[in-house]
């Protein structure tokens, strides 16, 4: 059995977990999310627990789906009751961001300015000209928001400039001497 799989997910306060059939709806604060489990795994709620269970004598692909669900149920709900952020720096001269409506305008060295609009169920801000913060219900968006982000413009490794995650450590290489 998965080890991950086995672990119950507890249900906080304020969060409403709707399990019908192998559908899933999580409701909370922040938002509300679903997902349709396989069906070869057994979802059910025990008070405020959920147990995912699959057979004694399980398959290879049971026993990954078994750790597979549970994680991504857990990001459900650990979402829509506390939220998923990442930060990202800029580095650079001339490097910057800016919130415009919805919209997030980056100027990182090219001819032209950057526009990027939130996703649904995403939200950024920028405290800061060089501070940005992807925050959202949804752990899989917020992660593919930031990457998008960071990759308009990547750290590079010999003067560091670019976008980066804010627990990132960039590899710095030596640049040329000259005689």
């Known amino acids: ?11 906080p306060s304020g969060v409403e977990v709707t399990i019908d059939g192998l559908n899933v709806k999580v409701k909370g604060k922040n938002g509300e999310d679903s997902l349709t489990i ?17 057979p004694e004598n399980y398959t290879k692909q ?12 857990h990001n459900m709900v ?3 009751s506390e939220g998923y ?7 650079g001269t001339g490097y910057r961001a800016a919130k415009q409506g919805k919209n997030l305008v980056l100027n990182l060295g090219y001819s032209h300015q950057i526009t990027m609009p939130d996703p649904e169920g995403i939200e950024t801000e920028v405290p ?16 593919q928001h930031a990457a998008n982000i960071r990759a308009k413009r990547k ?3 010999y003067k560091g ?4 995650y804010t627990d990132e450590h960039v590899r710095r290489k030596v640049g040329k001497t000259g005689k």
């Open 85 to 91: 952020q990442k930060t990202l720096q800029i580095e």
């Open 155 to 157: 750290p590079e490794p």
């Open 62 to 73: 049971q026993n990954i789906d078994h750790g597979l669900y549970r994680s991504l149920i």
């Open 161 to 164: 400039k670019g976008i980066r």
């Open 38 to 54: 396989s069906d070869r795994v057994t979802l059910e709620r025990v008070e405020n627990e959920l147990i995912l269970t699959i």
């Open 1 to 11: 059995m998965s080890r991950i799989g086995k672990q119950p997910i507890v249900i």
């Open 78 to 80: 650990v979402g829509v």
């Open 128 to 143: 800061n000209d060089r501070t940005i913060i992807v925050k959202g219900y949804n752990k899989q968006l917020v992660g």
